[in-house]
């Protein structure tokens, strides 16, 4: 991946790719150990509640299921090895995997990908058990020609995983231990050995950032599909990108090239116009975003409420019927029903040390150019002149102006101006 960040830690549909597989594995195994690599603490820190253990040298796949060994020392019953870039696997693929297990002494996973590429293949015998595995660089062109490929995921019965995990050595191209010789350990005692064939789309990994491209592909599809089928409107699908817990009700209208991060959740019948961006916030029903909103962490929209063009909402309480339709940042305030927002307006919540709070008021109004410095609360009903520096209470049902008073200055519009442009110019001319 070359990158600071570990692989297993790389979001997909903005969660990192092992919560994926963890979200999946908690809903079948009783007991889950993650194997991390040295000096990973985000990693570990990531994938609590959850046993870690470190691998220290980075010897191959079997040495590191061999590191779980320990932990599990007092479990009896099924264990299965799964492998963080592969983060798609579902529960139902797993349920199948740990049901092939009871009819054999070993169990993995393979898949019939479009391009086989390196993956390594699995050779079947002529009653269609698994006869062996062989990694591409140890493979023969023959080897290499079969469409069947291994998936990492193994499951047997504990004592028999243990067993074969410290049989393992590294006598092959890449002189490390494979996981996969634990396939021709269980055929030398007898072992029956099964494949349980799943979907590439489950099974696909991602070693480089080009095949995580490929999974977030394959994983924004999914998403859009299901929020279609769910009642939600797409104008142009394929440029929509939603996170992994995005919640959309139903006859929602989502314009192009809209993006939601994590945490976002919206109502039935909202409108969400072209190139928005929300993420960490609740949008309530009926309400309209954008174009080219944002709306960031801990902001909420009320019911009807309108946010326009280029309005940026943070940590912001958005009342029913509220409209800001127009140029503004609104962060760190509560605004109450039926308020109007003028355009250009902006909240100052930052000091340069601490964020405060503005309250707006119901029925307030807040003409263009406003500048509301926090801390601050004009009251309900009240009316804040366009151009307006506030720094006090406003009293609601009262009008604010905050401004430097206006001075006209007779016979110095554009005919006063050329006048004098013209006498200028005839003085350098004598």
């Known amino acids: 991946m070359r990158s600071a960040l570990p692989k297993a830690l790389h979001p997909l549909a903005g969660k990192p790719m092992i919560n994926h597989l963890l979200a999946a594995c ?65 529960v139902p693929t797993i349920r199948r995997l740990i049901g092939k297990r009871d009819e054999a002494g070993l169990a993995l996973l393979a898949m019939r990908p479009a391009d086989p590429g390196r993956y390594g293949r699995v050779v079947l015998s002529p009653a269609g058990n698994v006869d062996r595995i062989v990694e591409w660089a140890d ?26 995990l410290d049989a393992i050595n590294d006598k092959n191209a890449k002189g490390e231990y494979y996981l996969t010789d634990i396939v021709g350990l269980a055929a030398a005692e007898g072992k029956r050995v099964v494949a349980e064939e799943a979907a590439e789309a489950e099974l696909a990994g991602a070693n480089s950032r080009a095949e995580l491209a490929l999974l977030e592909a394959g994983t924004q599809a999914r998403l859009r599909a299901a929020a279609m089928a769910g009642g939600a409107t797409m104008t142009a699908p394929e440029t929509v990108f939603l996170s992994w817990d995005t919640q959309l009700g ?13 945490g976002v959740m919206v109502e039935n019948s909202v409108e969400i116009r072209a190139f928005s961006h929300l993420e960490g916030c609740t ?77 707006i008021g119901t029925g307030a109004f807040v003409g263009s150019n406003t500048a509301l ?29 905050a401004r430097g008073r206006q001075a006209n200055k007779p016979d110095r519009g554009f005919k006063g101006k050329q006048a004098a442009d013209k006498a200028i110019a005839m003085k350098e001319m004598s």
């Open 26 to 90: 908690e809903q079948v195994f009783e007991r889950i150990v993650v194997v991390v690599g040295p000096e990973m603490p985000a990693l570990e820190k990531a994938v609590a509640p959850h046993a870690t253990v470190v691998q220290a040298e980075r010897l191959g796949t079997g040495h590191a299921a061999r590191q779980a060994a320990p932990l599990l020392r007092d479990f009896s019953g099924d264990v299965a090895v799964l492998y963080a870039d592969n983060p798609l696997i579902s």
């Open 139 to 164: 493979a023969s062109e023959v080897e290499r020609a079969i469409g069947l490929c291994n998936a990492g995921v193994v499951c047997a019965r504990d004592a028999d995983l243990f067993r074969w």
């Open 250 to 262: 139903e006859d929602v209208t989502i314009g192009p090239n809209v993006v939601f991060g994590p």
């Open 283 to 359: 949008v309530r029903r009926g309400a309209i975003i954008g174009p080219f909103a944002r709306l960031r962490p801990g902001t909420e929209v009320g019911r009807a409420a309108h946010v326009g063009n280029f309005v940026e909402l943070k940590a912001a309480m958005l009342g029913e019927g509220v409209k800001a339709n127009h140029l503004s940042y609104l962060g760190d305030v509560k605004v109450g029903a039926g308020a109007n927002i003028g355009a250009g307006t902006i909240t100052c919540n930052y000091d340069g040390v601490s964020k405060h709070r503005t309250e």
């Open 373 to 401: 410095v926090a801390p601050v609360r004009v009251g309900d009903r009240a009316l804040v002149a366009a151009g307006s520096v506030i720094t006090e209470d406003v009293p609601e049902d009262a009008l604010a102006i």
